[in-house]
């Protein structure tokens, strides 16, 4: 759930790295072993690589091409706190305010001290102008990685921005 955190320089590492090997590994055919007819469903994708694909689409604001993705891993692993984090960060970017919000739980249920989901359901919670529950969510960061964090940082930020905004600091 840190995607929209990373370093540029990470980014860029999984932009190169991250679809080289996509692309090495992703298809069919290439001579070698495996892929005969005998073969059981050769290219269906893990639940890994379904969130691989799916952040990919995350970076370039394909939302819906996400969430597609996204609801097909959550078929094959229903508990996944990394795919309910993912689906409610891009039901959030689409303005599905609710439906992002039950993702969240749902994430927090399976995982609780889970970073990314503890930090977007914050920043949800400021866009419902619900500052109480944004702070109980830098709280709960503050636990999980001793306020020590990419997550705490970047949600206590835009609380501090909030504020500002709203004329509370």
Known sequence: GRLALLPATAILALALFGTSAMAAGGGGGGGGGGGGPGSEKPDVPSVADMIDDAEDHIEKWEYDAAIRVLEDALDKDSDNPDVLNYLGYSHRKLGELDVALDYYLAALDEEPDH????????ELYLEMDDLAKAEERLAA???????????FDMLDAAIAEYKEANGLS
Do not use: P
């Open 141 to 151: 960061l503050a636990d999980a990685c001793d306020a020590d964090c990419e997550e």
């Open 115 to 122: 970073l990314g989901a503890n930090e977007y359901l914050g």
